[in-house]
């Protein structure tokens, strides 16, 4: 079985978010980047396969020589290779595209994306790249087993979750519940060392359009001071609430 992970390189949580060129460009300066959180959750289980089940896993992304690093962690982790398309990510459907290419040249069984980067949240690329493909599709993915030639997922819906049979070949958006938090692997030195030698090759990109544009960027209104009020002053909180804060 050959399980591609497609990794995406986004920063981290506690980082400070700001823009540039007029609120147009994603400031990079002093960001710190890691895996993608839903892409780390299925490459987790892509591992487990690769253990239990002799699966091959290659991570893919599409990004410039600064995604590297990120690849080279995931390596750590446990997968077999690597492949960067060496392009900036425009936009959904022009990632979805690279990967297009990347899957049909390597017949993999089983691709396994995030269902939506951290950074963007656009989660388009999982569903493009199935519809691109012809391949069945699983979005919210919360489970996944694979029998031979079938497999069996789960994926979140209002209320509850809906259980699915599906045949391989299979494109899956994966979430938190694919594997336990406590499960998520961090790089050993052992791992470390190994990843120094695994094969990571860099793909041209192939021509696709860029189908969208960002065109600015804004941040949430900051929220504004709290206002205290004296324990007796009963009168002046209901005065605020009912003229400044228009609640009452």
């Given amino acids: 079985m050959k399980i591609l992970v497609c990794i ?3 920063p981290d949580t506690t980082s400070k978010i700001n823009f540039v060129n007029g609120d147009s460009e994603f400031d990079t300066n002093g960001v710190q980047y890691v895996i993608n959180p839903n ?3 299925g490459l987790t289980r892509a591992i487990w396969f690769q ?3 002799g699966a091959t896993v290659t991570i893919v992304n599409v990004g410039g020589v600064d995604t590297e690093p990120t690849l080279r962690k995931a390596l750590a982790i446990g ?3 690597a492949i960067r398309i060496n392009a900036t990510p425009t936009d959904g459907f022009f990632v979805a595209k690279q990967l297009e290419e990347v899957v049909k040249s390597g017949d993999y069984d089983i691709v396994i994306c995030g269902k939506e980067s951290l950074d963007y949240n656009g989660g388009m690329v999982p569903g493009m790249l199935a519809g691109l493909l012809g391949y069945n599709f699983v979005n919210s ?3 996944l087993t ?3 030639t079938s497999a069996k997922a789960a994926r979140e819906i209002d209320g509850g979750k809906e259980i699915i049979l599906a045949s391989l070949p299979l494109v899956i958006g994966g979430q938190k519940g694919l594997v336990e ?3 998520l692997r961090i790089p050993n030195m052992r791992g470390i060392m190994t990843a120094r030698t695994k094969v990571l090759t860099v793909l041209e990109p192939v021509a696709a359009n860029n189908n ?3 065109v600015k960027f804004e941040k949430p209104v900051l929220k504004s001071a709290v206002k205290l009020f004296s324990a007796d002053d009963l009168d002046g909180l209901i005065n605020a609430l009912h003229n400044e804060a228009k609640v009452i």
């Fill in 79 to 81: 997968a077999n290779d």
């Fill in 8 to 10: 995406s390189h986004v």
């Fill in 146 to 148: 694979v029998n031979g």
């Fill in 212 to 214: 969208t544009k960002a």
């Fill in 39 to 41: 892409d780390e959750y």
């Fill in 51 to 53: 253990e239990q089940q």
């Fill in 141 to 143: 993915c919360t489970e």
């Fill in 181 to 183: 938090e406590k499960d």
